[in-house]
């Protein structure tokens, strides 16, 4: 075993914590020697209970943690430990980073210029139309959006992104082998084929409900801010948020009427200081001077590509959006369905049919299929 695999296992004993973690790390420097000191010992340095210790002991010779390797193996899981140099380098300045992230996809240098848009599971259509349309706008730009995977907001956000061809991150509050939800199966593999799906958690840890405020410090923890659309009071979006301001992350909040039940919390983030804003613009214009120079130079050298979203345009054609909007007002069709409707031609159908989402006009389901939004023009 190297200390790669200690790490791990550290990261896999039940109660304990990431700080008591980082305690005992930081006492022995190398993590093999935790795992050889006595019990006694491990209760004195770190303050954890005996029988936490007992079990640290014992862990690297236990039959899950030998299966743990083995997934990691057999599903080709990237592991990233808190000493290696592509960790995120933003997650390491909060006061808690995971000491190991498990990672699908991949993380890149480019990702550090992200910024979190989360909200609630349960929102107004208005919510999920602002997060999609955000989140796209944001992407447009360079910027990487990171969220939860949930249901409503979250789905919406990591969606926005995807319409825009551009990188967005899930972080999970369970293990890479749980998707949460289910059935946001079909939006896990595309952002694992554009971006990374993320978790500090043993590959088949349950979602448990303790989980989120974790996952919540890493969401804000990647980003350069948080962007926060439709929240209630003591929700899961408004801790990400107080994480954030912890942290030294800007929050900006999204304003809605009052008296909806997801606007109290949003509202009350605006009066107690967060950025009011209404789009991508008033965001982009409240980032740091640098990181919008990083922004123009990423667009002139081609990073982000001006081409790309001229030929986009120009493969768009009236008459094949309404040809999709008649097919898909029949029934719900699979990408490949609709391939085959049109006889086999894919030129301009993927950019038509973005074009159609963007508008509101048609909508992707959880699994996978269009079919026309309740909302659409």
Do not use: W
Not at 168 to 180: E, M, P, Q, R, W
């Amino acid at each position: 075993m190297d200390s790669r695999d200690y790490l791990i296992a550290l990261n896999m004993v039940e109660g304990l914590s990431t700080l008591k973690v980082h305690k005992l790390l930081k006492y022995y420097k190398n993590p093999c020697d935790i795992f050889k000191a006595s019990a006694i010992e491990l209760v004195r340095i770190a303050g954890i209970k005996m029988e936490i210790a007992q079990s640290l002991r014992l862990f690297p010779s236990s039959k899950s943690f030998s299966q743990e390797l083995e997934l990691i193996d057999k599903h080709k899981i990237t592991i990233l430990i808190i000493q290696d140099d592509e960790y995120p380098s933003i997650l390491k300045q909060i006061s808690d980073p995971p000491i190991v992230l498990y990672i699908r996809g991949q993380y890149l240098e480019a990702d550090k210029l992200a910024l979190a848009v989360v909200g609630s599971r349960k929102s107004s259509e208005y919510g999920l139309k602002t997060a999609k349309a955000i989140s796209l706008d944001l992407a447009k730009k360079g910027i990487v959006i990171v969220s939860g995977l949930a249901r409503g907001i979250d789905t919406q956000a990591h969606q926005g992104a995807l319409l825009a061809k551009g990188r967005t991150l899930a972080v999970l509050g369970s293990g890479l082998l749980k998707i949460y939800p289910a059935e946001n199966a079909t939006l896990y593999n595309e952002i694992v084929a554009s971006g990374a799906v993320i978790s500090e958690f043993p590959l088949n840890c349950p979602p448990y409900r303790y989980n989120f405020p974790r996952r919540n410090r890493i969401i804000s923890g990647l980003s350069l801010g948080v962007v926060v659309i439709e929240a209630r009071q003591k929700s899961g979006s408004l801790i990400t948020a107080n994480m954030a301001l912890e942290q030294g992350r800007d929050v900006f909040a999204i304003p809605h009427r009052v008296g909806f039940f997801t606007s109290s919390g949003t509202n009350d983030l605006i009066k107690q200081g967060a950025v009011l804003v209404q789009g991508a613009k008033d965001i982009i214009d409240e980032l740091n001077p640098e990181i919008k120079k990083y922004l123009q130079y990423a667009v002139k050298s081609g990073t982000i590509t001006q081409d790309s979203q001229k030929v986009s345009t120009k493969l768009q054609s009236k008459e094949m959006q309404e040809n999709l909007c008649e097919l898909i007002s029949l029934q719900a069709r699979t990408y490949q369905e609709l391939v085959i409707c049109f006889s086999g031609k894919e030129e301009g159908l993927e950019n038509n049919l973005t074009a159609l989402e963007v508008k509101g006009i048609i909508e992707k389901t959880s699994s996978g299929k269009f079919k026309k939004s309740n909302t659409g023009e």
